[in-house]
């Protein structure tokens, strides 16, 4: 089973997959890493390494998502990338992260980032829109 | 060239910087003086990534750097300038670089530093550098994000927490 790091700012990280659970119920092998002000380096780090020890235990595949492309959480975890084990996605929205849980097992870390990068851009829409198509 | 904001920030380009500071102040170019990231050709491409298009990206040694923004290089680009530590900036303004202010951002690097305030930890030896930096006509302030207020250095380091 792969495992799952959400890394963000603030308390995003923590809340997304609060709501997540609210949705579709327990969350085995995922976990959260709040980057806060007060935080240094040092501490986000270590922080990265014990989830990927969690989440990625016997050698799981891990996947961290986080909020934003050039932000700290992004920024750490870039540094943990090891191709074909544990990759990274940037821009975690909930669709995103709802799919990750209800994808099948058997992709591989590649196929599984890939399907996640494409279904996280696609569930953006504008309500307008929408109506437009339906009229 | 015009440099916008000077800062010490141990996470040189981040969120704060690429989402508050660059808007705020309208810069049109990020220079980073980091002599590690300078020769780290990967966290390099990833900085280069992080930032918007339309927005230069310059990162080099703290030398290479200083040199860069005494030349007139830079036409008429709004730079926001990066430093990591304190040591760095002070290499580049005792090495002829001229800037009217410097903002402290992030500086939490390290271990047995006294807290000034939520981000910035600092030890003698940045104190020192601050006071060398200062004493070349450089106004030292904290300010994490726009939106806060400016506080003197001097004024966090009397009451340390």
């Known amino acids: 089973m792969k495992g799952l790091i959400v890394a963000a700012h603030a308390n995003m990280a923590e809340e997304l997959l609060h709501a997540c659970e609210l949705i579709i119920g327990p969350l085995p092998r995922a976990c959260a890493i709040s980057v806060r002000r007060e935080n240094n380096i040092d501490e986000i780090r270590r922080l990265f390494a014990a989830s990927i020890d969690t989440v990625g235990a016997e050698g799981a595949q891990v996947l961290i998502m986080t909020d934003m492309l050039g932000g700290t959480p992004a920024n750490i975890g870039m540094s943990f990338l090891e191709p074909g084990r544990i990759d990274l996605l940037t821009g975690v929205n909930l669709p995103m992260l709802l799919k990750f849980f209800n994808s099948q097992e058997s992709l591989s870390l590649d196929e599984l980032t890939e399907i996640l990068r494409a279904y996280g851009q696609q569930a953006i829409h504008l309500a307008s829109n929408l109506l437009k198509r339906q009229g | 060239m ?37 020769h780290a050709v990967m966290q390099k ?10 927005i230069q990206v310059i990162v080099d040694t703290v030398d290479a750097v200083s040199e ?28 002829g670089l001229v800037l009217k202010k ?24 940045d104190v020192v550098d601050l006071e060398k930096i200062q004493a070349c006509g450089v106004s030292v302030t904290s300010q994490c994000v726009p939106s806060e207020r400016e506080t003197k250095w001097s004024k966090m380091v009397m009451k340390r927490v």
């Open chain 2, 68 to 95: 860069l923004l005494c030349s007139d290089e830079l036409g008429d680009a709004r730079v926001l300038l990066l430093f990591a530590t304190a040591h760095d900036a002070r290499r580049a303004v005792e090495s």
């Open chain 2, 45 to 54: 491409l990833l900085m280069e990534a992080a930032v918007p298009r339309g």
């Open chain 2, 2 to 38: 015009q440099i916008v904001l000077a800062r010490i920030d141990n996470r040189l380009i981040h969120g704060q910087v690429l989402e508050s500071w660059v808007p705020s102040l309208k810069a049109n170019c990020i220079v980073v003086a980091n002599d590690e990231v300078a």
């Open chain 2, 102 to 125: 410097l903002n402290l951002g992030n500086m939490h690097a390290g271990s047995g530093k006294l807290q000034c305030s939520c981000t910035i930890f600092l030890d003698n030896d």
